[in-house]
């Protein structure tokens, strides 16, 4: 080991208060409790809070997902090691994760995305509407509440007014431990092998290790840094429980069933498909894109279709197919992508409006509600502007049913900077594929 650090469950200073924080402990025991109730925050005596909300990493593309879906696996079985295939498939144990996975507003690639909506919403004053907790990495929870969080849309040195604390659950947790391999190969000789050893020595001194300790980072041996303290929300103690690591088949297991039990997802896709889209077919890269993403969606997802703009200079956009569950549409899906071409101008704004309206209409609190946007324009509509879209994007958030916005720039002229705005007002995320 090099360096370690614990996964935590990131909660905002009041809710944790709300819930007996620091004196009481807390556990994702606690955590489940207050999702399964229907009353949500009110549980606590803070109704105006809504229910309660959680901010989770794709487990398959993120450290600090995985840990915690398998920290909550361990929590529902209440075993701290040695987990099996036979545990994980236990009635008790299914309906645990599950109802803890109904409570995610949205899946993210990395924790970043939620803690920079949240300090966006901490800044407007609704940042307890947003989201009540976010697993993370301490040494990310350090970061964001010292203003070092660095993250599109973030400014230098941005500070939240209600700071994230470090709830160690008291049913156990996983250390992301970074760990130092020397590789047993071939072309590993024994002289390598001394060298490796002897750098391994050197960067386990003392001196070495306050490098990793001034970042926030406890080091090889799990000792916390001067960091740690009420000051920047965490304890110098750390977790009560470490839960070890499952075997790999067990690993593998977790994985696909949280496929099944993941909160399924109302997605209006909305591509663009306006005259520039023609060039260096960026249009028939979309369409594959696009079908290969609706190949990784579960029956119990819903997906709908639009395009913008419809006719050129008549209509700005056209619903090829309406939000339905893809058990029933995933061939129809594919060939309408398939049909696809480009002509027009790019209504961005007006589409995404409408977009928006249209998924509220049955959204519901049982799935995620979004569109996912794509672009490689700039707004074409003289009549609207992108700061009453930001306002209208930024109200409709903080609302149960509310929509996250998810932007693909696709292209070198796509409006990066609008794009980014627009996910950010919406609490989604934003994505560059111009490169």
């Known amino acids: 080991s090099l360096l370690q650090s614990p996964l935590v469950i990131g909660m905002p200073k009041e809710m944790a208060q709300a819930m007996g924080w620091p004196d009481r402990p807390i556990g994702w025991s606690d955590i489940i409790a207050i999702s399964r109730d229907p009353n949500g925050w009110a ?3 803070h109704p105006e809070w809504g229910r309660f909300k959680l901010g989770k990493t794709n487990p398959q593309i993120s450290t600090s997902g995985l840990n915690a879906l398998v920290a909550t696996y361990y929590a529902a079985t209440g075993l701290k090691n040695d987990l099996s295939e036979t545990d994980l498939d236990q009635p008790a144990t299914v309906a645990f994760v599950s109802d803890l996975e109904r409570a995610v507003v949205h899946y993210g690639d990395t924790t970043n995305t939620f803690l920079a909506n949240l300090l966006a919403a901490d800044a407007s004053g609704s940042g307890l ?3 009540s907790a976010v697993p993370v990495e301490e ?18 040195g941005q500070r939240p007014s209600n700071p994230l604390v470090a709830i160690y659950p008291v049913d156990g947790t996983l250390v992301a431990d970074h760990p130092y391999v020397t590789l047993k190969a071939p072309w590993v000789d024994s002289l390598q092998q001394d060298a490796a050893a002897k750098f391994l020595a050197y960067l386990q001194q003392p001196k070495q290790q306050r490098v990793f300790l001034d970042a926030g980072f406890r080091d090889h ?3 916390a840094s001067s960091l740690m303290g009420p000051d920047t929300g965490t304890t110098t103690a750390g977790p009560p429980i470490v839960d070890r690591p499952p075997s790999p088949a067990v690993l593998l297991h977790i994985e696909r ?5 993941r909160k ?7 591509l663009d498909v306006s005259g520039s889209m023609d060039d260096a077919n960026k249009i028939g890269l979309m369409k594959t894109a696009t079908q290969r993403a609706a190949k990784l969606l579960g029956d119990a997802d819903q997906a709908g279709l639009w395009i913008f703009p419809d006719q050129p200079g008549q209509r700005d956009y056209k619903q090829l197919l309406p939000i339905a ?6 061939s129809g899906f594919d060939q309408a992508v398939g049909r696809l071409s480009a002509a027009g101008a790019t209504p961005l704004f007006v589409t995404l409006l409408a977009a928006i309206a249209a998924v509220k209409t049955g959204a519901d609190s049982d799935h995620i509600n979004a569109v996912v946007l794509l672009t490689d324009g700039q707004n074409s509509d003289g009549n609207s502007d992108l700061g009453s879209l930001l306002k209208t994007l930024s109200d409709q958030s903080r609302e149960e049913s509310g929509v996250r916005v998810f932007t693909i720039a696709y ?10 705005k627009i996910a950010r007002a919406s609490r989604g995320a934003a994505y560059d594929a111009s490169k």
């Open 129 to 131: 509407t947003y989201i």
């Open 43 to 45: 549980r606590y005596g």
């Open 325 to 330: 569950p893809m058990v029933g549409t995933r």
């Open 264 to 270: 399924p997802a109302r997605i209006l896709f909305v």
């Open 411 to 420: 292209g070198a002229d796509a409006d990066g900077g609008a794009l980014g």
């Open 221 to 223: 041996t799990g000792r």
């Open 139 to 156: 040494k990310q929870l350090i970061a964001y509440n010292r203003g070092q969080l660095a993250s599109p849309g973030v400014k230098a």
């Open 257 to 261: 069933a949280w496929q099944q039990l």
